[in-house]
């Protein structure tokens, strides 16, 4: 009852409704891509899985038309990144701000355009939205200040982390590595087991990001790398890991904001 009564409460929020269709998509591709693949005797089951997971990736994309202002706002707060004291996380951040921002409008007229409200060709629209997708992960595989609760749902997806988690990964294990000075105490037990979490959060963070990676680069117009040459049911492996890693992490930091709520 009590994990029945979480997930009810975690699909109440939007962030936790998106977190949910966005494992169940990318599982369905998953699933649907090895039937189609693998098993032609169920290869009419496979095909009825990815018709579903296209569908989900349709609901997302429309719930996502109502991200913009909380993005502004959130892009607004953090202004040129005044807070941070390491100018090249304020850098990476601000620029990945900036693409995240831009991929909204992007993705609305790409949206628009295929549901011919709009008289243009949605597929420059999707590679372009595609490409600032892909340049925001690329952006956050250099540190994270992880506001996930200031973050729209579609933010999280975009990952402004990847190159954030790595610089910041090298950061805290240089700090916790490195040979205490003369006539300087040791880090406090407490402050120790809380960088080797975050750590572990950054970890997990560049591991999800570099999953989202892979599927952007696939979806760029192909000749780009590795573009359009992702079986669906790599693609829905790719989709998969980050959904669950992302959701993992959510459900640790409820975790955690509980344990230290008096």
């Not at 040791?186 to 997990?204: D, F, N």
């Not at 680069?217 to 989709?239: E, Q």
Request: net charge positive; charged share 15%; hydrophobic share 45%.
């Amino acid at each position: 009852m009590a994990s029945l009564s979480g997930l009810a409460s975690a699909l109440e929020s939007y962030r936790g409704r998106d977190r949910l269709i966005r494992v169940l998509g990318y599982c369905c591709q998953l699933v649907g891509g090895v039937l189609v693949e693998q098993c032609p005797a169920r290869s009419e089951v496979g095909t009825r899985l990815l018709v579903v997971s296209t569908q989900l990736s349709h609901c997302r994309t429309i719930l996502r038309l109502f991200d913009d202002l909380a993005m502004f706002v959130y892009t607004k707060q953090y202004g040129l990144g005044a807070q941070e004291e390491d100018a090249f996380v304020r850098c990476v951040s601000v620029l990945g701000n900036l693409a995240d921002q831009l991929y909204y409008p992007c993705e609305h007229v790409a949206w628009a355009a295929d549901a011919r409200v709009l008289h243009v060709d949605s597929s420059r629209w999707w590679t372009l939205s595609t490409t600032l997708w892909a340049l925001s992960l690329l952006l956050g595989v250099a540190s994270v200040v992880e506001l996930t609760l200031l973050l729209p749902a579609g933010a999280s997806s975009l990952g402004l982390w990847c190159c954030r988690s790595l610089w910041m990964l090298l950061k805290l294990r240089q700090r916790l590595r490195s040979p205490t000075a003369p006539f300087t105490s040791p880090l406090p037990r407490g402050k120790r087991r809380a960088m080797e979490a975050q750590m572990q959060s950054e970890a997990l963070s560049l591991l999800s990001n570099l999953a989202d990676l892979a599927n952007a680069v696939h979806w760029l117009p192909r000749g780009v790398l590795w573009a359009g040459r992702f079986p669906p049911w790599l693609v829905g492996l790719m989709g998969t890991i980050s959904s669950i890693l992302s959701m993992y992490q959510a459900a640790r930091a409820g975790g955690q904001a509980e344990a230290t709520t008096p």
